[in-house]
């Protein structure tokens, strides 16, 4: 392993690991049915994984990623636009339908200072959340990247436009 110090701050620098297949937790090379490494599958948003004894949460993606996972939804379930969107449709539905929406509009439309009808991705996914709805963090991406504008905005107008719709 390449360690180096960084200047002043006493804290070890260099690489934290080389690339490799690591196993999940439990897993052992020794087991009868042969060990059991973190596969793609196990990486999406709000995942959880442990690497040579230190625990990550998996809290974000580039685009070549999510375009990546959303080409093949049956193999990752969480970046299915169209079973992602039929969730939240019945979720609003049990939830009140045009009063939900309301609501929903309401709270995007107080982070949207200038009117926009556009805002930051990390902010609509607070939002969403405040809202309770049933998703996972990294449906919840992928139900607002439907609805992105350039530069990770979700154009909030459209999202309500489409829930309309139904």
Do not use: W
């Amino acid at each position: 392993m390449n360690v180096t110090y960084i200047r002043n701050t006493g804290i070890l620098g260099g690489k934290f690991n080389e690339r490799t297949r690591h196993l999940k937790p439990g897993s052992s090379l020794l087991s009868p049915s042969g060990p059991v490494y973190y596969s793609t599958e196990d990486l999406y948003i709000g995942g959880k994984i442990e690497v040579c004894s230190h625990h990550f949460v998996l809290l974000d993606a580039d685009e070549y990623v999510f375009n990546y996972m959303e080409s093949d939804p049956v193999k990752y379930k969480q970046s299915d636009k169209a079973t992602v969107f039929k969730k939240v449709v019945q979720f609003v539905a049990s939830a009140g339908g045009p009063d939900f929406k309301r609501s929903l509009k309401s709270v995007f439309a107080e982070i949207d200072e200038s009117g926009s009808q556009s805002i930051d991705r990390l902010k609509a996914i607070d939002a969403a959340r405040s809202l309770k709805l049933p998703l996972s963090d990294h449906e919840l991406v992928t139900l607002l990247r439907m609805f992105e504008e350039p530069a990770r905005r979700v154009n909030y107008s459209k999202l309500l436009g489409a829930l309309d719709e139904f």
